[in-house]
């Protein structure tokens, strides 16, 4: 059949029509209950472990129940997007992530936001962890997925070409105590060495800052991130060991990947959730291995939450997801998957989870290891509304010496101090 | 009144309707098949930028909304932010830097492609490939080329003895790592438009300028730039709206997204960004509205200036031709 240019368009036309009619049809009768079937949305980001097999499991124990999963690739374009639409009133998932350095932000709007307090979960979580998640009004609107319970990870390999002891409970003994310890151990390293002994001063910051309640903010509220001697002296105290030490790398950034591969550093701060992405980065390395041990004792660093948006039509069903995606044993399955360290108190010490170990780190008891850092945990740093920006200003100022090394300490020490004041 | 009467009043009172319709069908059909693109310009173009204008003079929250008015105090903050400024200037920077070599190296290519080429369409295409891939995915394969301790070309640079240079810490280089994005991608594309305006010039020009035994390049500037005077303005201008509205490539330049630690490349779309969407910025709708107002008026300035600079000369050169 030969038709003409004009009655080909016109038919592709007429397609193109009927298609977005039909179109339009289905997804109005959809619209959160399908053939009486309620359909809930799990918002995520990153990797928080929840597989299709796990819905599924759900999805066969609520038979009224599909569940769906977004994932957003990286925590920014979560915030981006839930505040935005947290703010529009709609368009929301039913289930919502959100990651404890944003968490503050979003508890100030904590009336737009389901109240998930139920006797059913009460004391499942670490203290520090349910604290967080409680507003002014002693209402519950998030429940605790991961912490991050922080170790040492180390190159066995690379110890051993520098004289110092490869075992992991060798190594832990050797870096037991203060960071001034294990700065010291690492100028031992680097004089036998040509890697460098930590990653990048940043991180370094980062879980010295973790180690104390007040460090950015004061408890009520007030920025004293640049008059707190705490702040100052972990600023001084990394970047003094930067030119020995660090291999000068920006957390995240490109080169920093690229620098587990060509081992440009032989240890780092470990928050349970990185060990995936030390085996992502340079899965051809051998060689690392994670100590039980973490300078100045116990430290977290991150971890995540599930909220349930009010705006939801089926927030009493969301609610009941939430608490199941958040109950021990499905939080232990996702630990086995991606590393993410359950926050949930009962399973802390139990069978299942101190029996993972981890091939890609010489086999290391990695469930034993980090339910022990997380019960060497003592403080939980007070983050409220001005801790991220704040925190991304501290961080700059740190990679302009250790990584740029555009500016001496005490010029973006200065430029530091102008940027807090502009943030207010 | 007779029947004849009745019946020739209507004869002509249905002339005068059909008149009338004939006549509004003259006067107003060209602007209704027009009217869809204006309507959807008003939709999606003037609403927001109008809306824009009226965030911009309120405190307003992203999840929070809409607060107490403050007049002007949103851009009395924008523009007391040094990041605000440091931003203009990487913007400008970068725009310059793109696009001044992008506009030449296009017409140098279409003034190639317009010879007589073997495989004539394969070449043409081909020019137009970067243009299709996405500008992430430039930016990725861009920003790990350009790293600074284990990039591609920091590699090369130490295997012919150079010293390593700081594509993300220096200011200068970093604007010039984006810059070469920029112009991966768009450089084919306006080579194209150049090249259907030089097919479009008479051939005639070029004969009688053989004759007078005009070089290849004495022609090129002589009969081929001014020809091109219209389409010249259109990729300038179209290029200046592109170059400080760049927002992809600096935002994927580094894992952050922040501009780097001293706003090395934050340019004033990020800037804009971050004051409503970004972690650090605090969802400061307001701040953002009224960022995003001045660059609306400095594209306007500029947009302006280049016509004027573009014409005056593009006439010059006219005039030199005669």
Same mark, same amino acid.
């Given at each position: ?141 998030? /429940? ?37 310890? /294990? ?51 972990? /600023? ?189 | ?217 004495? $022609? ?54 971050? $004051? ?47």
């Amino acid at each position: 059949m030969r038709l003409s240019r004009r009655t080909k368009a016109g038919a592709i036309a007429g397609a193109a029509v009927i298609a977005l009619v039909a179109t339009g049809c289905s997804t109005g009768a959809e619209g959160g209950e399908a053939g009486g079937k309620i359909e809930l949305t799990v918002a995520t980001f990153n990797d928080f472990g929840y597989t299709d097999e796990l819905f599924a499991e759900y999805e066969k124990e609520n038979p009224n129940v599909t569940v769906k999963q977004n994932k957003a690739a990286t925590s920014d374009d979560a915030r981006a997007n839930y505040f935005t639409k947290l703010g529009a009133g709609s368009g929301l998932a039913d289930v919502e992530a959100v990651e404890i350095d944003w968490f503050a932000e979003l508890l100030q709007y904590s009336d737009k936001l389901t109240d998930l307090s139920s006797p059913d979960v009460e004391g499942r979580w670490l203290d520090w962890k349910e604290a967080a998640a409680t507003d002014a009004d002693g209402k519950l609107i998030a /429940y605790g997925t991961d912490i991050g319970p922080e170790a040492i990870c180390y190159r066995s390999d690379l110890f051993a070409a520098a004289g110092l002891p490869t075992d992991r409970t060798e190594v832990a003994a050797l870096l037991e105590g203060d960071w001034e310890n /294990y700065f010291s151990v690492g100028e031992q390293f680097t004089a036998a060495s040509d890697a460098a002994w930590f990653d990048g001063s940043g991180a370094m910051l980062q879980g010295i800052l973790n180690q104390h309640e007040e460090t950015l903010e004061a408890t009520d509220g007030e920025v004293i991130a640049t008059t707190n001697p705490v702040v100052k002296d972990a /600023y001084e105290q990394v970047l003094d060991a930067s030119p020995e030490l660090s291999a000068h790398l920006k957390q995240w950034s490109d080169d920093w990947t690229a620098g587990f591969a060509n081992g440009a550093f032989a240890t780092m701060l470990c928050p349970s959730w990185i060990l995936g992405n030390i085996e992502g980065a340079a899965p051809e390395v051998t060689g690392w291995d994670v100590a039980n041990v973490f300078p100045g004792g116990g430290g977290n660093w991150g971890g995540s939450y599930l909220t349930v948006p009010a705006q939801g039509k089926n927030a009493e069903e969301a609610k009941k997801l939430a608490a199941w995606l958040t109950a021990p044993e499905q939080q232990l399955k996702s630990f086995v998957k991606t590393g993410n360290f359950p926050s949930q108190l009962d399973i802390q010490d139990s069978e299942e989870l101190t029996s993972v170990t981890r091939p890609f780190f010489n086999e290391a008891p990695t469930g034993e290891i980090f339910a022990e850092r997380a019960a060497a945990i003592t403080v939980a740093p007070f983050k409220s509304v001005k801790y991220f920006p704040i925190m991304s200003s501290l961080q700059d100022a740190v990679n302009r010496v250790d990584v740029d090394k555009t500016q001496s300490a005490d010029d973006s020490w200065k430029q530091f101090e102008a940027d807090v004041a502009s943030i207010g | 009144m007779t029947a004849t009467a009745l019946a020739d009043e209507r004869r002509v009172r249905r002339i005068a309707f059909g008149n009338r319709l004939s006549h509004w069908d003259f006067k107003l059909s060209p602007y209704l098949y027009v009217s869809p693109f204006f309507i959807l310009f008003a939709i999606t173009g003037l609403f927001p930028i109008i809306y824009t204008a009226y965030v911009s003079v309120f405190d307003w929250h992203i999840i929070g909304g809409q607060g107490d008015f403050v007049g002007a105090g949103n851009f009395e903050w924008v523009l007391g932010q040094e990041k605000f400024w440091i931003a203009l200037r990487n913007s400008f920077s970068i725009f310059l830097l793109s696009a001044i070599p992008q506009v030449i190296l296009a017409l140098i290519i279409a003034a190639v492609l317009a010879q007589n080429l073997r495989a004539k369409t394969f070449w043409r295409m081909g020019v137009l490939v970067p243009y299709v891939v996405a500008p992430v995915a430039v930016a990725l394969i861009f920003s790990n080329m350009f790293g600074d301790q284990y990039g591609l070309i920091n590699n090369l640079l130490g295997s012919v003895g150079l010293d390593p240079v700081g594509w993300h810490s220096q200011v200068v280089p970093s604007h010039l790592a984006i810059a070469t994005m920029v112009n991966f991608r768009w450089t084919g594309y306006n080579a194209l438009i150049f090249l259907a305006a030089m097919q479009a010039i008479p051939r005639d020009y070029y004969e009688a300028a053989m004759l007078d035994g005009a070089s290849k390049v004495r $022609q090129f500037f002589s009969i081929t730039i001014p020809s091109l005077r219209p389409t010249l303005i259109f990729v300038i201008i179209t290029s200046t709206i592109g170059g400080l509205q760049i927002f992809d490539e600096p935002r994927m330049y580094d894992t952050t997204g922040a501009g780097g630690s001293s706003a090395q490349w934050l340019t004033i779309t990020m800037f804009i960004y971050n $004051q409503g969407f970004g972690q650090t910025g605090g969802g400061q709708f307001g701040h953002a509205a009224a960022a995003a107002w001045l660059l609306f008026i400095i594209i306007i300035v500029v947009g302006l200036i280049n016509l004027a600079a573009t014409r005056a000369i593009a006439s010059a050169g006219t005039r030199n031709g005669k």
